[in-house]
Structures are given as structure tokens and as C-alpha cells.
């Protein structure tokens, strides 16, 4: 009975956590009411040591950057991909240019002579 119990509970837990938001849509501001929430809830004769708090919040700053980081080289990458199909373009373009050119000197020279 324990089993099913904890199976049912676990199924429960996975279907109410697949309808909340992903945590990736967490941002700052919801980090400051959860640490505010721990705070309040705190037991005031045994509260949450200090490291404790700083580690979380140095957890929370170095997360922040990072999907900072990330979102900065996913626009990076965007602009050079940009660039180089615009290079590209610029390369087939010359290049189907210079073949004119030298198919519009052949034929002048051939008709010259």
C-alpha cells in the first residue's frame, strides 16, 4: 500500500508541476518573493545562517548572468550568421559577375578576330 500511495502522490505532483509555468520563466523579481517568503517563515529562534542566504544569493546572481551570457551569444550568433550569408551572396554575386566579364571578353575577342 506504501508504494502505491507514493506512486500516486509522485503522478500527482508530475501533473501539477507539467501545468505551472517552466522554471526558465523565473526572473529576479520572483526570486526576491521567495527569499522574502523564507524570511518571514523563518523559525525566529533557530533563523537561516547568514552563508546560507549569501550562497543563495550568489547562486541567483551567477544564473542571472549566465542566461544574461547566453542571451547575448544567441544574438551574437544571430548577426553572424547574417553576415555571413550576406557574404556569401556578395561572393556568388561576384563571382557570377567576373564569369561575365570574362565570357563578354571571350566572345569580343573571338568576334575580333
Excluded: C, R, W, Y
Excluded at 500516486?8 to 520572483?30: C, I, Q, R
Excluded at 552563508?51 to 544567441?74: C, P, Y
Amino acid at each position: 500500500m506504501t508504494v502505491t500511495s507514493v506512486n500516486s502522490t509522485s503522478a500527482s505532483t508530475s501533473t501539477s508541476s507539467n501545468s505551472k509555468s517552466p522554471l526558465a520563466a523565473l526572473n529576479s523579481g520572483d526570486f526576491l518573493k521567495l527569499m522574502l517568503a523564507q524570511m518571514q517563515q523563518q523559525d525566529p529562534t533557530n533563523p537561516v545562517d547568514q552563508k546560507d542566504m549569501l550562497a543563495q544569493m550568489a547562486q541567483f546572481t551567477q544564473l542571472s548572468s549566465t542566461t544574461e551570457m547566453s542571451d547575448t551569444l544567441s544574438t551574437i550568433s544571430s548577426k553572424l550568421d547574417t553576415l555571413v550569408t550576406a557574404q556569401t551572396s556578395t561572393n556568388e554575386a561576384l563571382t557570377s559577375l567576373a564569369q561575365k566579364v570574362a565570357d563578354s571578353q571571350a566572345a569580343d575577342s573571338s568576334t575580333a578576330a
